[in-house]
């Protein structure tokens, strides 16, 4: 019987979980987890290098989990678990920070954004060794990636082949895995910008748990253009381009039969068709985040944990004998 292969992923904890997180994540892990090995985690340490709210914090560390949970990841099938539970990340992520250039995380993009955002840390100068050890700890041979991630997936390609070179080959060279459509859920508001929690409008992002009215409603506000036709034309028609992506993943319907059916519908009858195939395509999930419970959330987690923390062990053996550790 041939292996399957390993891969892993990781989503920060953070409020207002929205449909790009499922999209762009969520969906594609429950998918995988029928041909791959899955390790996933929340990537608890991450999240620290910007100002947060301990409170909300802890708060928002369990949400995460039940989300990943409600969008259909099975703890029985995949490796899921808090990142800070498992210690060995960081202590990987120092071992590789010690072959990784400074001017080479200088110009990470992410760092550029963030530090003009948040103030410069060494946490946040470093994220991208933390990301490179979550990625190599389990020697995974591939890795779900939206486009904002690419620069880090090759950063963390690049130090896999660097520490190889320099010591021992120790680490597979993890491939990038990328959804052919809805990698990146852009804004309601600017279908220019990736959709995001910190956007101060509500409008511009669907949450899991939004109810059909507030889906509606948001999509019906949602930013288009002046024309009335439907066609998918990210040049011209961003807004609508970004729709279409979206009534297509929760519909099950190609984008083309949409455009055949509503290129002269106008925009009114159309947003209406995709808020209700969105609403119905996250009804099963929104009724699974309101039965599990945080105590629920926080036992399956620690079970995860556990058995991460051998399989951890078991994997820095050698790569602590490769660098003349243990």
Known sequence: MTERKRVFSGVQPTGNVHIGNYIGAFRNWVSMQEDFDCI???????????????????????????????????????????????????????ILSTITGIGQLERMTQYKEKSDRAGQNLGLLSYPVLMAADIL????????????????????????????????????????????????VMSLQDPFSKMSKSDPNEKSRILLDDAPEAILKKVKSAVTDSDRYVRYDWEEKAGISNLLELFSIFSGRSIESLVEEYHEAGYGAFKIAAAEAIAEGLAPVRERMGSIEDGDVMKIMAAGAEVAREKAEQEMISIRAAVGLG
Not at 147 to 176: G, S
């Open 40 to 94: 996933y985690n929340v990537v608890d340490l991450h999240a620290m290098t910007t100002p947060y709210d301990p409170a909300a914090f802890r708060s928002e560390r369990i949400n995460m989990a039940r989300s990943v949970l409600a969008s259909g990841v099975d703890a029985e099938r995949s490796l899921l678990y808090f990142q800070s539970d498992v210690p060995h990340h960081a202590e990987l992520a120092w």
């Open 137 to 184: 700890l389990y020697k995974v041979h591939a890795v779900p990636v939206g486009d904002d991630q690419t620069q880090h997936l090759e950063l963390t390609r690049d130090v896999a082949e660097r520490f190889n070179h320099r010591f021992t080959e120790v680490f597979p060279i993890p491939e990038r895995i990328t959804p052919e459509i809805g990698a990146r």
